[in-house]
């Protein structure tokens, strides 16, 4: 096997060599880099409109906010909000994205607070755990997409040893809910 290998170069030269090389590393470019981004490229398109959709609809129950009274307009807003019901459910989809991205969530606190002569509230949660950095990212990045009626209020990671793979991450949310009585 290594003597064909060498007779190939040999035969081939060094221009021959180095075309090779390239042919190889225009594949691996175009399979490592651009490949994967055109798939998340048709992946944000389909996001984009999934976005859409979901704008349009909640544009058909909550009114125009352009056209209406003050009081149409600030309806069609907290129609927006989730419902207080859901929290269960909302806090139950930010743990299956954290379970699914590998990112260990060893504690939570959570805080409700009703804004004085308002029909919203906030929900505040705090959670800490541990994970790679990247993964954090990636986590905190699906929450959000996934639950628009969320904000990110503070964020912070700390590295425990340099040699550890693993942060310690904070993240404190607000989830704005919307009271339905």
């Known amino acids: 096997m290594k003597a064909l290998f060498a007779r190939l170069v040999e035969a081939l030269g060094p221009v021959g060599t180095v075309g090779i090389g390239l042919i190889v590393f225009c594949a691996a470019f ?9 798939q998340r490229l048709a992946s944000l398109h389909t996001e984009q409109a999934r ?3 979901l704008q349009a ?8 906010a352009e056209g209406g009274s003050v009081e149409e307009r600030l309806q069609g807003f907290y129609n927006l909000l989730a419902s207080e019901e859901l929290i269960g459910k909302l806090l139950k ?7 699914r991205n590998g990112v260990l969530l060893r504690q939570g606190s959570y805080r409700f607070n009703w ?16 994970t790679p950095y990247h993964q954090a990212r990636i986590f905190l ?7 628009p009626m969320l904000s990110l209020d503070e964020v912070g990671f700390q590295r425990q040893q340099t040699s550890s793979g693993t942060t310690e991450l904070t993240a404190r949310f607000s989830l704005f809910v919307r009271r339905d009585s």
């Open 141 to 147: 990045h699906e929450v959000l997409r996934d639950l």
């Open 57 to 64: 609809q909640r544009a058909r129950e909550g009114g125009n």
């Open 51 to 53: 976005l859409e959709r």
């Open 30 to 38: 175009y399979f490592g880099t651009i490949r994967p981004g055109e």
């Open 115 to 130: 804004e004085a002569g308002s029909r919203s509230g906030r929900y505040e949660v705090t959670y800490t755990g541990q």
């Open 93 to 99: 989809t930010i743990d299956a994205t954290a379970r």
